[in-house]
């Protein structure tokens, strides 16, 4: 029996300057509805959550009630069931959004640790640019500590000498 292959999707974003926010264009998915918007990334929020707007435009129904906590305290909010489509076609389906007024910080989605969970994410910051890159499913540990003491072991020149010519 042939062991099956891992499909690995990604993509990266490239800002000009060192930036603040990661922000994408996304496109939401329910039903036969589409709606595209702005999403942040948020490591410190726990789930995806989305603005009213995108309630509206795409006629969710809500499939239950949630407790969220927030900068500004704790509340009730509806949960809907949507398709997250991320840029280089980075589809993330099935995901329970919280429905929030979000859409007053200018964007439509709140990206949080259910999906940032799924993959790899890496943030960059070298030559005055901000590099985000983002993979699914997890594909290995980026380990910055063993990367170092590599280094510190093999030194920056290995692997670069001159080759002896044969005769």
Known sequence: M??????????????EGITQTLINDVELISQEKRCAGKAQWDTGATRTCISK????Q??????????????SGTKVVHVYMIDVLLP???LVKNVQA???EIGSQGIQVLIGMDIIALGDF??????NQTVFSFRIPSKEH??????IRIENKIGPKHGQGKRKKKK
């Open 122 to 127: 890496a943030v960059s910051n070298a030559k």
């Open 98 to 100: 919280c429905g929030t």
């Open 142 to 147: 980026t380990d910055f500590v063993k990367q």
């Open 2 to 15: 042939a062991k099956q292959q891992t499909v690995y999707h990604a993509y990266t974003t490239k800002y």
């Open 53 to 56: 707007d995108v309630v509206k």
């Open 88 to 90: 280089n076609s980075l």
């Open 58 to 71: 795409l006629d969710l129904v809500p499939t239950g009630m949630i407790n969220i906590s927030t900068p």
